[in-house]
Each structure stands twice: as C-alpha cells, then as structure tokens.
C-alpha cells in the first residue's frame, strides 16, 4: 500500500525538522512493513534485534516524538494502545472509523464536537472519538453478523 511506504514516512519525518537517525529510518520501516497496528512492544522486539541494549524507554520516547508530529497515530484497541503510520492528507485534526476485523482505518472528516455544546460550562481541553465497526469488506465476508452494538 502506498500510505505505508518506507520513502513517505522517513520523508515526513525530514519535512518536520526530525533529525533521520538510522533507529528512526528502522521505525519507519517497521511501520511500512505492518500490516496493521503495532504496539510499543512489538515496536521494541523488532530493534532489539538491531540495536544491541536498546531500552524500551528509547522506544517508548521515539514513539511518543513521532506522534506528537503526526507522523504515526495512536490507537485504543481491546484496552492496549497501538500505533500505524497517521493518514496522510489528514495532518489536520481528525477522527477515525476502524474496522474490528481486519483493523483498516478510515478517517473521518467531520469532529463531532464541532456541533456539540458542553453543559455547565465545562472547558473543554481535548476529546477522544473513535468508531469501532465491520468495514464494508470484512461485511462481505461475513464479519460481525452477529455483532451486537454496544457502548464503551
Ligand atoms: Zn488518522
Ligand atoms: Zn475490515
Ligand atoms: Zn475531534
């Protein structure tokens, strides 16, 4: 797939001023490779191999850097936190649909707060919006017939 292209991800890194260092250009690398989410676990299982007495602090601090320039986006799946490579073309602030089954995400145009007013004059200092489902072709499949729809 071309969003998770190694060239693209190494290229946003360079365009928001993060200096390329070999453990990064691995980062990225391991995010072009997955096929879905990886967790800061797996992130770390796939350097340790490489890099001789990484800690997963070193990691754990990449991960966080690379998110907070939106170059990868950070998942709540089934209680753990995961991350992939942000939608590029969706730098902006926005929010996700993701499938259940076989983990695509896709991103949403509208934020829902746009159009919501917080009673008691609660300030609002951020929020976190997620749609979890069965996309169309996991629905094909078969996927998620007997889902129930649920709240969490
Ligand atoms: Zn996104
Ligand atoms: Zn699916
Ligand atoms: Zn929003």
Redesign the pocket.
């Known amino acids: 797939m071309e969003e998770r292209d190694v060239e693209l991800i190494v290229q946003s890194m360079n365009r928001l001023g993060l200096r390329i260092t070999d453990q990064r250009k691995t980062i990225a690398q391991l995010f072009a490779n997955a096929t879905g989410f990886l967790s800061a676990k797996e992130v770390f299982l796939g350097m340790v191999d490489k890099y001789d007495g990484i800690s997963f602090d070193t990691i754990y601090r990449n991960l966080r850097l690379l998110k907070e320039l939106g170059v990868i986006e950070q998942f709540q799946i089934e209680d753990s936190y995961k991350y992939r490579v942000a939608c590029f073309g969706h730098q902006h602030h926005h929010h996700h649909m993701i499938?259940l089954?076989?983990n695509?995400v896709i991103p949403l145009e509208s934020c829902p707060m746009d159009n919501f007013q917080a009673p008691d004059q609660f300030r609002i200092v951020k929020h976190r919006f997620e749609i979890y489902g069965?996309?169309d072709?996991?629905q094909q499949q078969g996927m998620g017939e007997d889902a129930e729809t649920i709240s969490a």
Do not use: G, I, P
Request: glycine share 0%; charged share 10%.
């Open positions: 499938c089954s076989c695509r069965y996309c072709n996991c």
